[in-house]
């Protein structure tokens, strides 16, 4: 009986004692609040989506998503340190890896989502845009260097065969087509169907003209495939959080699946985040091809899309192809 007793004993003191040690090491890995940066485009529904639905309820206790507006409000948040994880261009975080800001891709989150939109049917082409006026949002950053490595593949020059006009953000450039300033205007989603409805409801006729990653598999002989933008962390974050990070990316592969099963519930959720109404999100989700793919996983794909894209200038990804550690 006392050898039973004893045994009944033990059994219960290791419970006792592993069940606190479990929650501990659980709770270690929560973060008490997390901040999400993301621009207005098609990677932040996923973001906001994965936040609206509880998909993060094992990376932090509370998690907000915050927008930035522009390429240089990104470059500001990771100099001052404001922005610790967040969706930017892969190019651009390779600039920066490469420049040694401690940026380090975790993930990609959409495999292209640029389109050029106009009312004039017949542009196309790169060819057709000759003698045209079109809009680019974000003056040296990822829309106008990858337009300009498809006009290069045509040997068109911009100023000489064509205008570029450059806005400030993808709104303007919108504004600029409607009110016929420009001949077509390049866009990501969901710009490029908020175009197509605004033009809609002042009776236009404005459709996707040229798909750009069909467009960039033409002229660079690679897969229709444009790892265009993921989550970046800084080094800083990763060396302090990496399971956080983990279990981010893990939330987001079940987030994006949501987002793409449902792009209504999805949009619902994004909205008032993104400043956007509903329907143009949800109907721009079918066009985002969004994904969520390991960074290491996507390295052959994304060194082939840095190595043309740096052909027409090796500064786009810092002069060089990032090392290995820059994909987690």
Do not use: C
């Not at 091809?289 to 200038?313: G, H, K, M, W, Y």
Request: aromatic content about 6%; proline content about 7%; charged content about 20%.
């Amino acid at each position: 009986m006392r050898k039973i007793t004893r045994r009944a004993l033990i059994a219960g003191i290791s419970a006792t004692l592993a069940a606190p040690t479990f929650r501990s090491a659980s709770a270690a890995s929560v973060l008490p609040e997390l901040t999400l940066w993301g621009p207005p485009a098609g990677p932040s529904v996923t973001l906001v989506h994965a936040i609206a639905s509880g998909a993060l309820r094992s990376v932090a206790e509370k998690v907000t998503f915050k927008a930035w507006r522009s390429p240089d409000e990104l470059r500001a948040g990771l100099t001052s340190g404001t922005m610790q994880t967040f969706v930017l261009p892969t190019q651009s975080a390779a600039n920066l890896f490469n420049k040694g800001l401690g940026v380090r891709l975790v993930n990609v989150l959409t495999n292209g989502l640029l389109y050029l939109v106009s009312s004039d049917a017949s542009l196309t082409s790169m060819v057709a845009l000759k003698g045209r006026t079109i809009a680019v949002p974000f003056r040296n950053d990822t829309p106008e260097l990858l337009f300009r490595r498809l006009l290069a593949a045509e040997r068109i020059t911009p100023d000489a065969d064509l205008a570029l006009q450059f806005t400030g953000t993808p709104m303007e450039a919108i504004q600029l087509l409607i009110m016929g300033r420009v001949d077509a205007a390049l866009l990501p989603e969901p710009a490029a169907t908020a175009a197509i409805m605004k033009a809609g409801q002042s009776g236009k006729d404005v459709s996707r003209v040229i798909d750009i990653q069909k467009a960039w598999s033409k002229a660079t002989g690679l897969d229709p495939t444009l790892p265009q933008a993921g989550l970046g962390v800084t080094t800083a974050f990763l060396d302090s959080h990496a399971p956080v990070v983990e279990a981010l990316h893990e939330a987001l592969v079940r987030a994006t699946a949501s987002v793409n099963a449902d792009p209504a519930r999805a949009a619902s959720d994004a909205a008032a985040p993104l400043g956007l109404p509903w329907p143009v999100i949800e109907k721009a989700i079918p066009h985002s091809n969004l994904v969520a793919i390991r960074a290491r996983q996507a390295r052959p794909t994304l060194e082939a899309v840095f190595q043309a894209a740096s052909e027409f200038d090796p500064k786009i990804i810092g002069g060089k192809l990032p090392a290995a550690d820059f994909y987690l």
